[in-house]
């Protein structure tokens, strides 16, 4: 009896072979694919840069955007192209006399520093440099027959300060303008048409969703977007009040430069809680470098005490009022919500993760309810969204 040449059960697993060997390639070559993506954004880091720090000025802007294309009279409306313009315009504007006032205020702050005389800190701060150390050496932190802490960071100071230092500074600093306006000049390029094409992102998020997941994905792409231009919004507020309670603040107690003072503290007051603690430093630091002439005790030392007093209430006025309201009601989360985020930010990623970590979250918010709210602590964390 001749042997058959295909037995049906060997028919009958081929198929389901072949089946999962094709699901294996398409899984090698997904993460083939995702790898290649990886590097490339690695690769093109910059031009990324430039895309992200565009976008975000776009949600700045498009309401300013929206209020031009509303003015009008009859049918006559102001179209994209100049409306985008404007918005643009008004930008570049707001930067730049930031940029112009501050300039000179940064001169002569360095031209104080330039002209410190160590010889007369040494001079005012040897009597408290001395009971510091004794302190220190009390409790053991310091040996008696060591440097003196406090004598061996102003020496560091003096070195940081130093001439070559100063000349290596200015080197790096033109080359960082040089390097700035390129990049500025291509962030606004890209900006033009980021705010003149309100529907390029979703009409690119449409073309490569496949069909199922296409009113899902522009779903959270809208919800997105209106969730980070409330954001965003809330942080320029914070940062404006937050400069304009310093700056009193120090004009009340008679510091000098009191604007840049406040002006920087409202910028770092982006890193949630260490900016802060890096405004008030500098303010101390401002506040010290001009009233060098001064005795320590009657002058020096309650004008430090003064300007930290000014940073505790600004920060108590943020915690209390300004952040909960930006934080949480700009992306409907909770304080505490935020807060525990904001930790897992600095730990993944230091001071810069402490400010991309809530706009992160709430990326992350906004996909989990699309796409796994069968689950009941996704649909416990975004029922407000």
């Not at 949600?59 to 409306?83: E, Q, S, W």
């Not at 040089?178 to 998020?205: G, H, K, M, T």
């Not at 997941?213 to 959270?220: A, Q, T």
């Not at 309201?325 to 730990?347: D, G, M, N, Y």
Request: charged fraction near 15%; aromatic fraction near 14%.
């Amino acid at each position: 009896m001749p042997r058959p040449d295909n037995n049906p059960l060997d028919q009958r697993n081929k198929p389901e072979t072949s089946s999962k060997s094709i699901d294996i390639l398409k899984l090698i070559s997904g993460f083939i694919a995702i790898a290649f993506g990886l590097w490339l954004l690695w690769y093109f880091r910059s031009i990324v840069i430039y895309i992200i720090i565009a976008a975000v000025i776009s949600l700045i802007l498009t309401p300013l955007k929206k209020v031009f294309k509303n003015i009008g009279y009859g049918k006559l409306r102001v179209g994209d192209n100049f409306a985008s313009l404007l918005s643009i315009l008004i930008f570049i504007f707001v930067v730049s006399s930031l940029f112009f006032a501050f300039i000179p205020l940064v001169i002569e702050q360095a031209s104080i520093i330039s002209s410190i005389n160590y010889q007369q800190i040494n001079d005012n701060l040897s009597g408290p440099i001395e009971q510091i150390n004794e302190v220190l050496a009390r409790f053991s932190i310091t040996q008696n027959n060591e440097v003196p802490f406090l004598e061996s960071l102003l020496k560091q100071a003096k070195s940081v300060l130093s001439f070559q230092t100063g000349f290596n500074f200015i080197n790096s600093v033109l080359g960082f303008a040089s390097s700035f306006f390129a990049a500025f000049f291509s962030i606004l390029f890209v900006l033009f048409f980021f705010l003149r094409d309100e529907d390029l992102f979703e009409n690119l998020l449409k073309t490569i969703s496949p069909d199922r997941f296409e009113y899902k994905v522009v779903n959270i792409f809208i919800k997105t977007r209106y969730y980070l231009i409330r954001y965003f919004l809330g942080l320029i507020l914070q940062v404006t009040l937050v400069s304009i309670v310093v700056t009193i603040g120090m004009l009340i107690i008679g510091i000098e430069n009191a604007l840049i003072i406040g002006f920087f503290a409202g910028i770092v007051n982006l890193v949630p809680y260490l900016g802060p603690i890096i405004g008030a430093t500098f303010g101390i630091y401002v506040g010290i470098t001009t009233n060098l002439g001064q005795d320590f005790y009657t002058e020096i030392l309650p004008m430090c005490g003064f300007v930290a007093l000014v940073f505790f209430v600004t920060q108590m006025l943020d915690n209390a009022i300004l952040s909960p309201r930006i934080h949480s009601s700009s992306v409907k989360a909770h304080p505490l919500e935020i807060f525990v985020v904001i930790l897992a930010a600095a730990q993944i990623g230091g001071a810069i993760g402490m400010i991309v970590g809530i706009p992160a979250y709430t990326i992350l918010r906004v996909f989990a309810k699309e796409f796994l709210s069968e689950f009941k602590i996704v649909r416990s964390l975004t029922q407000d969204i």
